[in-house]
C-alpha cells in the first residue's frame, strides 16, 4: 500500500486528486499538503508546506513516513507569463526541492509536465512523444527544464520518477486559475448562468484538452505500471479531446440551443495558445503503461452541464 505525500493539494488537480487516492489508497495513506491553510472541516491529513522551503517539506515527508511525491504546486502559464522570476522560483525551486526530498528518502515520484512544453517550432499536429521542443514562454521554460530534471534524477539517482503531459484539464469541482485554457472550464459555466460566453481564445485555435476523470485515472495507472514497460519515464504526451472555442460551442448547443458564443481575444493568452500544438500524440502512454481516455467531447459536455447546472442552480 502507498503512502503519498500531494503537494498543491488545494490546486486544480489536487483538489481532486486527494479525494481520488484515499478512495484507492485509504484515507491516512494521502498526507494532502498546500500553502494555503485549509478550512476547518476538511479532511485530514493535511498540513501547511510552501514547496520553496525545502527543510519543511523534508519533515513532513519523513514524520509521515511516505513512500511517493505527488508534486502538484506550480504556476499555470498565463500566470507565469505575468510572473516570470515569480513562476521560476515556484516552478523550479519547488520541483528541485520535490526531487530532493525524493531522493533522501528515496521515494516515487510524480509531476505532471504539459502541452506548454512545447513551442512554436515543434510540429503542430499529432505532436510526437519526442519532438523538437522549444517554447517561448516561462511555463514552457519551466515544463522543458523539468521534464529533464526528472529525467536526470532518474539516471543519475535511479529515483523512479514518472509524469504526463497534460492537456487542458476541465472540471467542475476547482476551478483553474491562471491558465491559458481556462476558457474550457468557464464556457460551461456561463453556458449554465446566462446561455453566452466570450472566449479570450480565437475561433480556429485547437488545443488538446481532458476531463478531470481521465486526468485523475492517468496518474494512478501510470504510478502503478510495470517500470519494466516503461521506455520513457516522464512527460508521457496524453490527449482526449482536440478542440476549438467553436468545438465547445457546438457540443454545448446540443444540450442549450440557444447558446450563444462571442470573441474578444486576449493577445497574450492568444500568442501562448498558437505556440502551443493543435493535437498530441499519445501513443507512447497507450503502448507502454495502457493510457485511455474514457471522455470525449460529447460525454464530457453532458456530465460537466450537468454537474455545475447542480452547483449553480
Ligand atoms: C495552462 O493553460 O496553463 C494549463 C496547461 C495546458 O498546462 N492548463
Given at each position: 500500500m502507498k503512502k503519498i505525500l500531494v503537494t498543491g493539494a488545494r490546486g486544480q488537480i489536487g483538489s481532486e486528486l486527494v479525494g481520488k487516492l484515499r478512495e484507492t489508497y485509504g484515507m491516512s495513506n494521502v498526507i494532502a499538503t498546500d500553502i494555503r491553510k485549509g478550512d476547518e472541516a476538511e479532511e485530514v491529513p493535511f498540513e501547511v508546506v510552501d514547496v520553496t522551503d525545502s527543510g519543511r517539506l523534508f519533515s513532513v515527508a519523513k514524520e509521515h513516513n511516505v513512500d511517493t511525491i505527488m508534486h502538484l504546486a506550480a504556476l499555470l502559464s498565463a500566470n507565469a507569463e505575468a510572473m516570470p522570476k515569480v513562476a521560476w522560483d515556484l516552478n523550479m525551486g519547488g520541483l528541485v526541492n520535490a526531487l530532493e526530498v525524493s531522493r533522501e528518502l528515496d521515494l516515487q515520484f510524480f509531476t505532471p509536465s504539459s502541452?506548454?512544453?512545447?513551442?512554436?517550432?515543434?510540429?503542430?499536429?499529432?505532436?510526437?512523444?519526442?519532438s523538437l521542443q522549444r517554447p517561448t514562454t516561462m511555463y514552457g521554460v519551466n515544463k522543458v527544464a523539468g521534464e529533464l530534471l526528472c529525467d536526470y534524477y532518474h539516471y543519475r539517482y535511479g529515483l523512479d520518477t514518472r509524469g504526463v503531459r497534460y492537456p487542458g484539464l476541465i472540471s467542475h469541482v476547482t476551478s483553474p486559475g491562471g491558465g491559458t485554457t481556462d476558457y474550457a472550464v468557464e464556457i460551461y459555466y456561463e453556458a449554465i448562468k446566462t446561455q453566452a460566453y466570450t472566449s479570450?481564445?480565437?475561433?480556429d485555435t485547437c488545443m488538446d484538452m481532458m476531463y478531470m476523470p481521465d486526468a485523475l485515472d492517468a496518474i494512478i495507472e501510470l504510478m502503478e505500471a510495470d517500470p519494466s514497460k516503461l521506455v520513457h519515464r516522464n512527460a508521457f504526451n496524453i490527449t482526449a479531446i482536440s478542440a476549438t472555442p467553436e468545438d465547445f460551442k457546438y457540443a454545448i448547443q446540443k444540450h442549450i440551443p440557444e447558446f450563444e458564443l462571442f470573441y474578444n481575444v486576449d493577445p497574450i493568452r492568444q500568442q501562448i495558445a498558437d505556440s502551443w500544438p493543435n493535437s498530441i500524440d499519445s501513443s507512447a502512454a497507450r503502448d507502454e503503461w495502457g493510457f485511455k481516455a474514457k471522455y470525449d467531447m460529447d460525454k464530457m459536455t453532458k456530465e460537466m452541464l450537468e454537474k455545475v447546472a447542480g452547483k449553480i442552480n
Amino acid at each position: 500500500m502507498k503512502k503519498i505525500l500531494v503537494t498543491g493539494a488545494r490546486g486544480q488537480i489536487g483538489s481532486e486528486l486527494v479525494g481520488k487516492l484515499r478512495e484507492t489508497y485509504g484515507m491516512s495513506n494521502v498526507i494532502a499538503t498546500d500553502i494555503r491553510k485549509g478550512d476547518e472541516a476538511e479532511e485530514v491529513p493535511f498540513e501547511v508546506v510552501d514547496v520553496t522551503d525545502s527543510g519543511r517539506l523534508f519533515s513532513v515527508a519523513k514524520e509521515h513516513n511516505v513512500d511517493t511525491i505527488m508534486h502538484l504546486a506550480a504556476l499555470l502559464s498565463a500566470n507565469a507569463e505575468a510572473m516570470p522570476k515569480v513562476a521560476w522560483d515556484l516552478n523550479m525551486g519547488g520541483l528541485v526541492n520535490a526531487l530532493e526530498v525524493s531522493r533522501e528518502l528515496d521515494l516515487q515520484f510524480f509531476t505532471p509536465s504539459s502541452i506548454g512544453a512545447f513551442g512554436p517550432s515543434t510540429p503542430k499536429d499529432n505532436t510526437p512523444q519526442d519532438s523538437l521542443q522549444r517554447p517561448t514562454t516561462m511555463y514552457g521554460v519551466n515544463k522543458v527544464a523539468g521534464e529533464l530534471l526528472c529525467d536526470y534524477y532518474h539516471y543519475r539517482y535511479g529515483l523512479d520518477t514518472r509524469g504526463v503531459r497534460y492537456p487542458g484539464l476541465i472540471s467542475h469541482v476547482t476551478s483553474p486559475g491562471g491558465g491559458t485554457t481556462d476558457y474550457a472550464v468557464e464556457i460551461y459555466y456561463e453556458a449554465i448562468k446566462t446561455q453566452a460566453y466570450t472566449s479570450y481564445i480565437g475561433e480556429d485555435t485547437c488545443m488538446d484538452m481532458m476531463y478531470m476523470p481521465d486526468a485523475l485515472d492517468a496518474i494512478i495507472e501510470l504510478m502503478e505500471a510495470d517500470p519494466s514497460k516503461l521506455v520513457h519515464r516522464n512527460a508521457f504526451n496524453i490527449t482526449a479531446i482536440s478542440a476549438t472555442p467553436e468545438d465547445f460551442k457546438y457540443a454545448i448547443q446540443k444540450h442549450i440551443p440557444e447558446f450563444e458564443l462571442f470573441y474578444n481575444v486576449d493577445p497574450i493568452r492568444q500568442q501562448i495558445a498558437d505556440s502551443w500544438p493543435n493535437s498530441i500524440d499519445s501513443s507512447a502512454a497507450r503502448d507502454e503503461w495502457g493510457f485511455k481516455a474514457k471522455y470525449d467531447m460529447d460525454k464530457m459536455t453532458k456530465e460537466m452541464l450537468e454537474k455545475v447546472a447542480g452547483k449553480i442552480n
